[in-house]
């Protein structure tokens, strides 16, 4: 029997689970016993859920994907900028809180950072430029797994635990760690993270 496009996404999502690369938690407790070493991110937290360090920090694949017009796109970091992948669903509600604080980012700050927002859940354009017509996200740069790009890198490089997800990847092409959840990246906490990792070039 033919699966559907949603229960092969859930079935990549649980095998991203099960072979995930390790990841160090940088909790606010471990943070602050280091006395502000500069080798660890200052704390950034969004509901339960916090920025967590990825390690081995493997390299960002380019991802073969397709922009809301049906156009082939292939998505690379940029050397010396900070690109944050965003993973989300049009069936996820945070979502819908999520998007558009990521389009402010990406509008307050086109000269120091790129935002990819890639949805995963359907490959129907016209279902998902209805789900982003209702949201404030004009700045930024949306795109469809249409070739299972994403979906293959989830296996390796972008362990998807959750909707939204977003991950940093550092101005050396390496993805830095992830925060699960709508996140206040215009938070002066959001800034601060960005600050480290732009500093570390």
Known sequence: MRETPREVGAALTRRSLLIAAPAILVSPRASRAQGGNPAWPPVFETGRSQFTQVRPRAA????????LHGKDALVTAKPGRITLINFWATWCAACRLDLPVL????????DQLDVVAICTDTKDLRKIRTF???????NLACYVDTYGAAAEASISVFTLIGMPITYLVGTSNRV???IAGAAEWLSPAGARLLTFYREQA
Do not use: F, T
Not at 60 to 67: K, V
């Open 176 to 178: 830095e760690g992830y």
């Open 132 to 138: 982003l017509g209702g949201l404030a996200v004009q």
């Open 60 to 67: 960002m694949p380019p991802l073969r994907l397709q922009d």
């Open 103 to 110: 389009a402010s980012l990406a509008g307050s700050q086109r």
